[in-house]
């Protein structure tokens, strides 16, 4: 497929992310498309989503690194800033976007949300709402999603 | 040298164009099941064209991307009664459900289907079905009581 003629930068990119990977991050492109990757997050420590292993998709669109990548998680997660479709709301992937930025610094960022719930900024108003009345039991639901969705079989 | 679309980030666009509503609103659709992370089970809305028999009356029709979209076609059929000559009507399983009767658009009676390109999208399909409504062996046929549903 449309593989020959990848930007420099797109095999840069990839070619450290697999050499170096970033602390509970790894991402690898799929065989038949470089510009998709499979992508799994650990889920940080002190963090609802603690043991849980998380598993995204990540697609550079043809004007990338003009353009932001697109990601989103394929494991359910109990999250204010995920929606059902697992979209994740996260400044740099639209208006914030800088080409600069790149795959790992995504990645980062979205592990980051993940230590660093926003329900200031909700994609799933409910969770929002949750977070925001009873964060204890919020939190405790976040738990339980995890041991059912994300205990990595 | 076109990059490839995958399937899923190519369904989520979709889905916002959809959201966002498509030209004079006569055509619309959305997913049936916003808990589905594949995205599989689609509705789509018609609103029959002026000056034909369909004029005033909305079809609802089910769309089905299976894992191979949009390599392959949605599987189309109407959940509203209609006589469209592209529409089959028959007895049967559909998506391994016996549901009875069912009304398939057929792709060996509808260009769009039968010439797929994996650009085509559901808004598409559901445009042309409309522009089909209105086409001379269309227009005229007597249809089914407004408003039943198979």
């Known amino acids: 497929m449309a593989n020959s003629n990848l930007p420099r930068r797109i095999i840069k990119e990839t070619q450290r992310l697999l050499s170096e990977p970033a602390p509970g991050i790894s991402a690898s492109p799929s065989e038949e498309n470089m510009r998709y990757f499979n992508v799994m997050i650990l889920g940080p420590s002190q963090s609802p989503y603690e043991g849980g ?34 979209r994740i709301c996260l400044d740099i992937l639209k208006d914030k976007w800088s080409p600069a930025l790149q795959i790992r610094t995504v990645l980062l960022s979205i592990q980051a949300l993940l230590s660093a719930p926003n329900p200031d900024d909700p994609l799933s108003e409910n969770i929002a709402k949750h977070w925001k009345t009873n ?6 639901t976040a738990k339980e999603w995890t041991r059912l969705y994300a205990s990595g079989e | ?31 049936d099941d916003g808990d589905d992370i594949y995205m599989r089970s689609w509705t789509g809305t018609i609103i029959g064209p002026h000056n034909t028999v369909h004029e005033g009356r909305i079809y609802q029709l089910k769309l089905f991307c299976d894992k ?27 998506d391994y459900v016996e549901i009875g009767s069912i009304a398939l658009v057929e792709p060996k ?22 522009k089909e409504m209105a086409a001379p062996h269309n227009r005229k046929l007597v249809q089914p009581p407004e408003g039943t549903y198979f």
């Open chain 1, 135 to 140: 964060e204890t039991e919020a939190v405790e």
């Open chain 1, 53 to 86: 292993v998380f598993k995204l998709e990540l697609f550079l669109p043809e004007e990338y690194p003009m353009a932001p990548p697109k990601v989103r998680f394929l494991t359910k997660i109990y999250h204010p800033n995920i929606d059902k479709l697992g």
């Open chain 2, 68 to 94: 191979d979209y949009p390599e392959k076609p949605p599987s189309v059929r109407f959940h509203s009664r209609v006589n469209m000559t592209c529409v089959n009507h028959e007895t049967g399983v559909f």
């Open chain 2, 1 to 31: 040298m076109s990059v490839y679309f995958p399937r899923n980030f190519r369904l989520l666009e979709e889905l916002e164009r959809g959201e966002k509503g498509i030209g004079d609103g006569t055509v619309s659709y959305g997913m």
């Open chain 2, 109 to 130: 009676k509808f260009g769009l289907l039968a010439n797929w390109q994996r650009e085509y999208t559901m808004e598409d399909i559901l445009t042309q079905l409309k």
